[in-house]
């Protein structure tokens, strides 16, 4: 095997004035032929150059089409894609002046591969993984792949048949067998794969693969076609997920033929190779964060965003699903009555401790419902910002649609959602205004910039565009940007809900979720709390 990385001409000081890519190029065996990709001398001297503001903004190097990535999906008519000769650039360029090793690229990009599975097939329904990995890169990718299943909670297997003797390949192959991941060679594996696998993943060939596939990869390729001939028959089957080009492909025309393989899954890396463009399955992802603008600007690419800190994103609308069809069968230990704290409130600290530590974004978040006089109930996103003995405690303005009805009806429900934990917690109670002083101490500890939104919002009320309201905002900052105190309004402050009745439910298969209600009861003059078990 050999890499072709081209002209290294183009040194590595220039790597302070470019920000690093994760993709590379798909390394491959003297058994198959091809294109040879050019060598890296024609291009500009001022490539690594500072680069313009868009290309860096968006990764989108054309203006125009800044303002239609509001949206981190975008539609598939206005992704880029690249030609076979323009991948291996990239990746000569990555691999060379940008100082890439294969080793960091192929673990970001076999994350990518997981973490696109992960956000479609739960591994709690696609259980079983099958990784079919080929004798390059893309092969390492999926090793790579499945051993990040495997820490998700999938329980993988690995067929990867002409195996690469090279270090980190070997290495790989370490890794995973030191989680017991079973490796099924092709004879091992089933003639009907339907049967024992639900999600395959097909890491047999990249962007570098020309020709015609070889034994055993030509029959692999042909397992997979055959399981959409299952389909057809409407027998179960399970979903293929292809690693930058599906198997067999031309990287460029794609599936020429029609008789190749349809995966319901296409994980692109660095950016879409043109064969991308004849795939008709339901999911296409881009995996990881490949591009640096440099690239971006010089192959005029136009990518969607990543959010946050997601390793794959979206290309194309998601497919239209039976809303009625949706469900998830919740795995979590069981909550008995003979586990939970006596208070309810020292089982809220252990859930919402829980919560914090699973690193679940604003665990503090609750929906607040009221009913005012006219006995409509209303509901809202806020933030718990403090719970004691006394109860729950948030802040908000006075003359807000909730503070009118809670005026009118001093009673409240809160709502606590954990999706990650598979849990909720449900309070209800009545509810009094903290004092001044505590409203005014927790004024004061918020950023100087939310003491001012909240003098500026008169909440609930129509105003005439956002402009008001940044325009207000401006004449506040500049009144109070001195670092003396800001007053805080009359009109704002906190609420405190005292309970008297909790829910904790923890979603259980077949929806026997657990349900356990909190009640206050007297006996012998002492209020204690009743637990009982509501049917789910």
């Known amino acids: 095997m050999r890499r072709v990385l081209g002209n290294r001409k183009m040194v590595c000081s220039f790597l302070s004035q470019a920000p690093l890519s994760l993709a590379y190029h798909k390394s491959f065996t003297s058994n198959y032929k091809i294109k040879p990709s050019p060598p890296l001398n024609h291009f500009s001297p001022g490539f690594l150059a500072p680069i313009s503001t868009p290309a860096i903004r968006v990764f989108c190097s054309n203006p125009g089409e800044v303002e239609s990535m509001a949206s981190s999906v975008l539609n598939q008519g206005s992704i880029s894609y690249l030609t076979q000769r323009e991948a291996a650039e990239v990746d000569e360029i990555l691999m060379g002046p940008l100082g890439f090793s294969v080793d960091q690229l192929m673990e970001l990009a076999g994350l990518s591969v997981a ?72 004879d091992e594996l089933p003639v009907d794969l339907s049967k024992d696998f639900d999600i395959i993943v097909d890491a047999m060939f990249g962007f570098s693969f020309h020709g015609a596939p070889r034994p055993p990869f030509d029959d692999l390729i042909q397992k997979l076609v055959n399981l959409h001939n299952y389909e057809q028959v409407q027998q179960k089957s399970p979903v293929i997920v292809s690693v930058d080009i599906p198997s067999g492909w031309h990287v460029e025309e794609g599936d020429g033929g029609g008789e190749g393989i349809k995966p319901d899954m296409l994980v692109s890396l660095t950016a ?58 919740y795995i979590s230990p ?53 719970v004691d003995k006394g109860g729950f405690v948030r802040y908000t303005n006075y003359e807000s649609q909730k503070a009118r009805e809670l005026s009118e009806n001093p009673h409240a429900a ?22 001044d002083e505590e409203s005014e101490q927790y004024f004061h500890s918020r950023p100087r910039g939310s003491q001012i939104g909240a003098i500026v919002s008169k909440q609930s009320t129509v105003v005439p565009g956002r402009h008001v309201l940044h325009q207000q905002y401006k004449e506040l900052e500049e009144k109070y940007s001195e670092e003396g105190l800001i007053p805080k309004p009359k009109h704002w402050g ?33 209020r204690i709390w009743k637990i009982v078990r509501l049917a789910p």
């Open 414 to 435: 809160l709502l606590f959602y954990w999706d990650g934990l598979n849990r909720q917690v449900r309070v209800e109670g009545s509810v009094q205004k903290v004092s």
């Open 494 to 526: 906190g609420y405190r809900l005292q309970p008297n009745r909790f829910e904790f439910w923890q979603g259980q298969p077949s929806r026997l979720h657990d349900r356990l209600e909190y009640s206050p009861e007297e006996i012998d003059g002492r």
């Open 334 to 386: 069981e909550f008995l009555e003979e586990q939970v704290e006596a208070d309810p409130l020292d089982q809220f600290h252990k859930w919402f401790d829980d919560a914090v530590t699973a690193g679940l974004k604003e665990p503090n978040a609750m929906a607040l419902s009221t009913t005012g006089e006219d006995g409509k109930p209303s509901s809202r996103m806020v933030l718990l910002k403090g």
């Open 115 to 186: 973490t696109s599975i992960a956000e479609v097939y739960k591994p709690n329904e696609y259980t079983r993984v099958l990784a079919i990995c080929g004798p390059g890169n893309n092969g390492g990718d999926g090793l790579v792949a499945a051993r990040h299943l495997y820490h998700f909670g999938y329980k993988p297997f690995v067929c990867y048949p002409k195996r690469t003797q090279k270090p980190l390949y070997s290495g790989l192959v370490t890794q995973l067998e030191s989680l017991s991941i079973p490796f099924l060679s092709v």
């Open 272 to 329: 879409p190779k043109l064969c991308a463009k004849k795939f008709s399955g339901p999911h296409h992802f881009l995996g990881g964060r490949f591009v640096p603008p440099p690239i971006a600007e010089k192959y005029n690419l136009c990518l969607p965003q990543y959010s946050g800190t997601s390793m794959c994103v979206r290309i194309g609308k998601p497919p239209q699903l039976d809303i009625s069809a949706l469900r998830e069968n």
